[in-house]
């Protein structure tokens, strides 16, 4: 057995783990709209930040990031995960308002 077959074979494996998981993961409705309504809030009130003029960007950055990767972590149904980044960028929204 080749070196190169060896490897496709370890990653096929892993491909194929890793789409097992994701097929496997539960949909909850409760979570997923906790997500989306957290998203939406928290999309307008950094919106309203950066309308209102903000004194810390690191925050606003940090929110901004945030708020990217807990959408993403939507799309593929990691709804704790994204109910947690919501969380943590509406503190950074708030920090980024303080003056």
Known sequence: MGRNHKIGTACSCLLLTFLTHCAGTPHNPQLANQCHQGLHSAFQELDQAKA???SGMV???KA???LS???L???FDKFPNCINKVKRARFYIKESQKT
């Open 52 to 54: 209102e003029g903000f």
């Open 59 to 61: 925050s606003w950055t």
């Open 64 to 66: 901004a990031t945030l």
């Open 69 to 71: 990767t807990a959408k």
């Open 73 to 75: 972590q939507q799309q």
